[in-house]
């Protein structure tokens, strides 16, 4: 069936890195972006970025940009989110989602908890 | 930047209408997209575009915008519509969410 599936909890200290994978399966991965999302422990959703699997373009947001990087493998229908030196306030789970037209998210991953202490 | 407001917290009673509230300036030029949050659970979406639901969403959930608010109403409230509801619009190339509503069902 049609859906993204995420790679495991993570725990990491503090100035490393994380890269965390979303795997899409039952449509054509190039056809639709891909945006992340992330949501600290009892806080709001935070848009980080977007990116076209098509031609690997992507658009970030300002609070993060510089520190993230998302990249996708068409081959494996894979996408892929590293955040660099990660801070305490990093902690959060964060979503990938199928992005339709640009505008909204109509399919979300499980989420994957990234921890961030030493 | 862009901001949309939210309120905290909207309770409703069982078999009652909830009306969630997403304020932005001139936010009825732009299209409003909410999703539903349960504790524990990624987001789904349950209305895009102002008014469209999409399938397998009850006709319970209602969507309009006009003006500065843009509105999610909930008819026949069930126990199971309890969680976070957020609102999300698309700004100047980036991506912007509400902080989130709680709706306890009374």
């Known amino acids: 069936q049609v859906q993204l599936v995420q790679s495991g909890a993570e725990v990491k200290e503090p100035g490393a890195s994380v890269k965390v994978s979303c795997k899409a399966s039952?449509?054509?991965?190039?056809?639709?972006?891909i945006c992340w999302v992330r949501q600290a422990p009892g806080q709001g959703l935070e848009w980080m970025g977007w990116i076209n699997p098509d031609n690997g373009n992507a658009n970030y947001a300002p609070k993060v940009r510089g520190r993230v990087t998302m990249t996708t493998d068409a081959s494996t229908s894979t996408a892929y989110m590293e955040v660099r030196s990660l801070r305490s306030d990093d902690t959060a789970v964060y979503y990938c989602?199928?992005?339709?037209?640009?505008?909204?998210?109509?399919?979300w991953g499980q989420g994957t908890l990234v921890t961030v202490s030493s | 930047s862009y901001e949309v407001t939210q309120p905290l917290s909207v309770s409703v009673a069982l078999g009652q209408t909830a009306r969630i509230t997403c304020g932005g300036n001139?936010?009825?030029?732009?299209?409003v997209h909410w999703y539903q949050q349960k504790p524990g659970q990624a987001p789904i979406l349950v209305i895009y575009?102002?008014?469209h639901r999409p399938s397998g969403i009850p006709e319970r959930f209602s969507g309009s915008n006009s003006g500065n608010t843009a509105t999610l109403t909930i008819s026949r409230a069930q126990a199971g519509d309890e969680a976070d509801y957020y609102c999300?619009?698309?700004?100047?190339?980036?991506?912007?969410f509400g902080g989130g509503t709680k709706l306890p069902v009374l």
């Open positions: 001139n936010i009825g030029s732009k299209n």
């Open positions: 575009r102002d008014t």
């Open positions: 039952g449509y054509t991965f190039t056809n639709y972006g």
């Open positions: 989602g199928r992005e339709i037209y640009g505008e909204y998210l109509d399919l």
């Open positions: 999300q619009v698309w700004d100047n190339s980036t991506w912007v």
